[in-house]
């Protein structure tokens, strides 16, 4: 009996079936994928059925297969149910090699469970010996699992001693940056403050002699004298009142309320509440500018930059003040004047982008009303009129969503529309000087450079980011973003590095 097989199916034959045994179960466990696959479902095959043709297939695979079609899945000859038989010998077989493969396989516990749950006979001795091996087994695990254990705890202990020193090391250079500069403002302030006696007392001497010199030369001559004599005690006095104030300064404390309860200081008013209420309300937000703006002066203080003003100031300090008065000294926006463009629920109104030129004197405006109009600064702001006329208006083609005027050439203006077309006019003419065409959609965002007035940038929802030169047509430089430009924006000091904002 010779085997006949299509497709991987398995026919048995009796030719070297003494060898099954222990030669199937060895190319079971090698190669099992070859020789008990079921054509059908190319698993190994489970409750194996024997067709009248020669092949096995699982049972399922067959009957579902025959009640399809009415062949072999291998030969194409002609079978239905009744010509399949059970092949109990494969059936055996693949059971044995099955068991064989698990026995190799199986971890020493799934062997000792299996060999005890069979009924494997055993001495108490033997036993207890397998209990002893078991337990020293047990310790040196749990004893392994506690030093692992141990050691990632010492890893994470050291790792957070590290970041904590670290921060420490923070900690004291900013406490150090803040009682240079609370000695630096308080010597200026004692400085002004006694400024301001001085003025005050030389004021108080010059007073009473002018009024004696409309008087007689006899009395104006004494009198001289009396306020020469008066003058010179106002100064000890005034030394006097010096040194109380500075000793009094140096017993203060540190802390931001008591520096402010100086003798020299008038009480605070409204206004100064106010203010203060406004540096406690975003405490954490200046507390984050003002440690930035120290930390990088001291880095420039490192590589050995002088960076001392005349007054004793750190310019990181005199940097924070600016943005402190600022923040503080105002309140509230007031509306100056209005620019009407009709009315103001009609979407073809909507101003989508704002830009005054390079001398402040001009701004324009643009949006989906395909329209670039130029008005005069100080004309909408001084002059009261419902509605303002542009002194320059330029038709475009399509809607636009960005304006950016050149920060040297007052002449150029740069606009982005929704086609992704980038376009450079020129004010006076009412012409384009350049047009950019490579973005495939719409253009949101454009930029001059503030060094370099021939380079802009410009960003699109094709997701690139482009760089562009007035003296070329093409593009200077492509950069590929993973998801759309919704913004970008030339670093002020350098034409080297562009801020991108993705819509991500």
Not at 39 to 47: A, G, N, S, T
Not at 400 to 427: F, M, P, Q, R
Request: one cysteine or more; glycine letters at 4%.
């Amino acid at each position: 009996m010779e085997d006949s097989s299509m497709g991987g199916a398995l026919v048995p034959t009796v030719k070297g079936c003494e060898h099954l045994p222990g030669s199937a179960t060895e190319t079971a466990s090698e190669e099992p994928e070859k020789d008990i696959m079921c054509p059908i479902c190319m698993q190994i095959i489970k409750d194996a059925f024997l067709t009248a043709c020669g092949h096995s297939f699982c049972y399922i695979c067959i009957l579902t297969h025959l009640r399809i079609k009415s062949d072999c899945p291998c030969c194409a000859h002609s079978l239905t149910t009744d010509l399949i038989f059970p092949n109990f010998l494969l059936d055996k077989l693949l059971k044995n090699a099955l068991a064989s493969r698990m026995a190799k396989t199986a971890s020493p516990f799934e062997q000792l469970r299996r060999g005890l749950h069979q009924g494997c006979e055993m001495s108490i001795k033997e036993l207890d010996s397998l209990l002893s091996l078991l337990e020293e087994k047990k310790r040196k695990m749990e004893q392994q699992e506690s030093e692992m254990s141990m050691e990632i705890m010492l890893g994470f202990l050291h790792c957070l001693k590290k970041q904590k020193f670290q921060e420490l090391n923070e900690i004291k250079a900013d406490l150090q940056y803040i009682k240079e500069d609370i000695t630096a403002v308080e010597r200026r302030r004692l400085e002004l403050c006694s400024w301001e006696q001085e003025s005050s007392i030389k004021l108080k001497m010059l007073a009473p002699g002018d009024q004696q010199q409309h008087s007689n030369g006899i009395v104006c001559s004494t009198h001289h004298v009396q306020a020469q004599m008066s003058s010179n005690d106002l100064q000890n006095k005034g030394s006097d009142v010096k040194a109380q104030a500075i000793s009094k300064a140096l017993q203060l404390n540190n802390d931001y309320g008591s520096s402010s309860d100086m003798q020299c200081v008038t009480t605070p008013g409204v206004a100064s509440l106010a203010r203060k209420r406004r540096v406690h309300s975003q405490f954490n937000h200046l507390q984050e500018c003002y440690l930035q703006k120290r930390r990088n002066w001291y880095r420039q203080e490192e590589r050995g930059a002088n960076t001392m003003n005349i007054e004793g100031y750190n310019p990181g300090l005199e940097d924070f003040q600016s943005v402190l008065t600022s923040f503080t000294q105002y309140s509230r926006m007031r509306v100056i004047a209005e620019l009407r463009h009709g009315d103001l629920l009609h979407s073809a109104n909507i101003v989508s982008s704002i830009e005054f030129d390079r001398d402040d004197e001009l701004f324009a405006t643009a949006g989906v009303s395909r329209c670039i109009k130029v008005f005069e600064f100080s004309s909408v702001v001084n002059e009261p009129a419902d509605i303002h006329c542009p002194i320059v208006e330029i038709s475009t083609r399509s809607k636009l969503s960005c304006l950016s005027w050149n920060k040297y050439t007052k002449t150029h203006i740069a606009s982005s529309d929704y086609e992704g077309i980038v376009t450079v006019w020129d004010v006076t003419t009412r012409q384009s000087v350049m047009e950019y065409e490579e973005h495939e959609k719409r253009t949101w965002s454009v930029d001059f450079s503030s060094i370099d007035p021939s380079m802009l940038v410009s960003g699109s929802d094709d997701c690139k980011v482009k760089i562009w030169c007035t003296k070329q047509e093409e593009s200077v430089l492509n950069i590929n973003m993973k998801a759309n430009i919704c913004s970008v924006k030339y670093n002020p000091g350098s034409s080297f590095y562009v801020a991108v904002c993705l819509c991500s």
